[in-house]
């Protein structure tokens, strides 16, 4: 009877480990199934929404810089924007309203603000730029930079008397006030 009672409590000890690692290995698979899911919802998500790495392949549908100083200059903000299907200059003075421009070479403008944009790695700047805590500056330079691509991608950044690296910010500025002052008829 001993050696019955002793069987049966080693079957019965197999069969329960069975169980725990039968169990074990049913979580092991639900969890990869749901890993799996993820993942496939991943790449669904990048699918609808691609990374553009080439200027050619993303359109940028708008892009603005502006920039105060001590100094007083006729244009302080400049914007290019996709508005209505066509593509428009909006300008602002320091002390002016806003003022828009259709202009013919917009798409022009937007695909090589887009590659700045991609070569100076625009995308990345931090959303605000300022000096260091021991650097007190009373006059200096204000800045503000936005683009939205049409990929839903955007950068919404400014700095005061700091700037991130590179020379994303000089080109970008050059070229739009550039058109500015080509729209408003002023020597650049």
Known sequence: ???????VLVVA?????????????VKKRRSTIKKEKVMKKKAKCSKEKPKCTQAEQCGLDMVEYCN???MMTPVA??????????VVLVIKGTTTDEKEFLIADG?????????????????????????????????????SFRAKLADGRSV????SNAWPGGDGLNR????????????????Y
């Open 172 to 187: 970008i500025s050059k070229l739009l006030y550039e058109r500015a002052y080509k729209e408003l008829g002023i020597d």
């Open 1 to 7: 009877m001993k050696i019955f009672k002793i069987t």
């Open 77 to 86: 903000m400049m914007r290019v924007e996709r508005k209505d299907g066509k």
């Open 107 to 143: 798409e022009l403008i937007l695909k090589e603000a887009l590659e700045i944009i991609e070569q100076e790695k625009m995308l990345n700047y931090a959303s605000s730029y300022s000096p260091k805590t021991s650097e007190r500056i009373l006059d200096g330079e204000s800045w």
């Open 156 to 159: 919404s950044s400014r700095g």
């Open 13 to 25: 000890l197999a069969m329960l480990g069975s169980a725990f690692t039968v169990d074990a290995k």
């Open 68 to 70: 105060q100083g001590m």
